[in-house]
């Protein structure tokens, strides 16, 4: 069988397994718990199903409603912070400084900043700098995934 990567722009709610068989008029089989924590999904095409908690918030990122763009969503200031979970900070050769972003997936990004003159080299500076791009970075990462989420990759 192949692989492939899947992107899908999805409404959802939170809602245990009990209450979803209710909505679906379904006997809850005496197998499983229908206390199960989980999400309802409603897919664009109106197909509705359900997810266990766990499995649905490794694979679906909230994005911020925008009613003003045709897709009726978009990426936020705190999305992007939020992808963000760690920042690594190092100076080379006294005047260049690097970080390390890690994101939420584990994928790192990479930023330098230097100035011509150890003398002036300020290592807070040059992190805000580096931040700052990496910033910018993950946005353009995170609209792609949302303009692949809306439209799909064909």
């Given at each position: 069988?192949?692989?492939?990567?899947?992107?899908?722009?999805?409404?959802?709610?939170?809602?245990?397994?009990?209450?979803?068989?209710?909505?679906?008029?379904?006997?809850i089989?005496?197998?499983?718990?229908?206390?199960?924590?989980?999400?309802m999904?409603?897919?664009?095409?109106?197909?509705?199903?359900?997810?266990?908690?766990d499995?649905?918030?490794?694979?679906?990122?909230?994005?911020?409603?925008?009613?003003?763009?045709?897709?009726?969503?978009?990426?936020?200031?705190?999305?992007?912070?939020s992808?963000?979970?760690?920042?690594?900070?190092?100076?080379?050769?006294?005047?260049?400084?690097i970080?390390?972003?890690?994101?939420?997936?584990g994928?790192?990004?990479?930023?330098?900043?230097?100035?011509?003159?150890?003398?002036?080299?300020?290592?807070e500076?040059?992190?805000?700098i580096?931040?700052?791009r990496?910033?910018?970075?993950?946005?353009?990462?995170?609209?792609?995934?949302?303009?692949?989420?809306?439209?799909?990759?064909?």
């Amino acid at each position: 069988m192949n692989k492939y990567i899947g992107t899908k722009l999805i409404e959802a709610k939170e809602m245990n397994l009990g209450d979803y068989n209710r909505f679906k008029g379904w006997t809850i089989p005496e197998n499983e718990n229908p206390q199960t924590e989980g999400y309802m999904i409603k897919y664009s095409d109106d197909y509705i199903s359900w997810s266990p908690k766990d499995v649905f918030e490794k694979s679906y990122l909230k994005v911020d409603d925008n009613p003003n763009l045709p897709s009726g969503v978009s990426v936020g200031a705190q999305m992007v912070d939020s992808f963000i979970v760690d920042y690594e900070v190092f100076t080379k050769k006294d005047k260049i400084t690097i970080v390390v972003a890690t994101l939420v997936n584990g994928f790192t990004i990479v930023e330098s900043s230097a100035c011509v003159d150890p003398k002036n080299y300020n290592e807070e500076i040059g992190a805000e700098i580096c931040k700052e791009r990496i910033k910018n970075q993950v946005w353009n990462h995170l609209g792609f995934l949302l303009q692949t989420a809306y439209k799909g990759i064909k």
